[in-house]
Nanobody, 128 residues
């Protein structure tokens, strides 16, 4: 069982930066290779993948809309971060941390349905 808790959301003006964190707890404290991702959702819209990382080799995946502005990192086995720079009003959303155990998802790393564990989300609001 994996539990995820996000933090770091807030309000910022366009062009500003925020850093989201996701704390990972694993039952029995057993670590296994996994893919971790950040997703976001606005009211009335489907959840979309933002960034993902396959932990054992640090391979990263990004949505086109955030490439060059966001950076995902696995700080250690139990902390995932998302550095968000040059924020835009369209980045406003609830951001969720997610995880799935196993091998590299490859091109499916930003697909919602491939993840087993989800946090409760943290709100990011970017004003113009």
């Amino acid at each position: 069982e994996v539990q995820l808790v996000e933090s770091g959301g807030g309000s910022v003006q366009a062009g500003g930066s925020l850093r989201l964190s996701c704390s990972v707890s694993v039952s029995g404290n057993r670590y296994s290779s996994r893919t971790m991702g950040w997703f976001r959702q606005t009211q009335g819209n489907e959840r979309e993948g933002v960034a993902a990382i396959y932990d054992p080799i640090g391979k990263t995946y990004y949505a086109d809309s955030v490439k060059g502005r966001f950076r995902i990192s696995q700080d250690n086995a139990y902390t995932l971060s998302l550095q968000m720079n040059s924020l835009k009003p369209e980045d406003t959303a609830m951001y969720y941390c997610a995880a799935v155990s196993g091998g590299d998802l490859g091109s499916r790393s930003l697909m919602v349905d491939d993840y087993d564990y989800w946090g409760q989300g943290t709100q990011v609001t970017v004003s113009s």
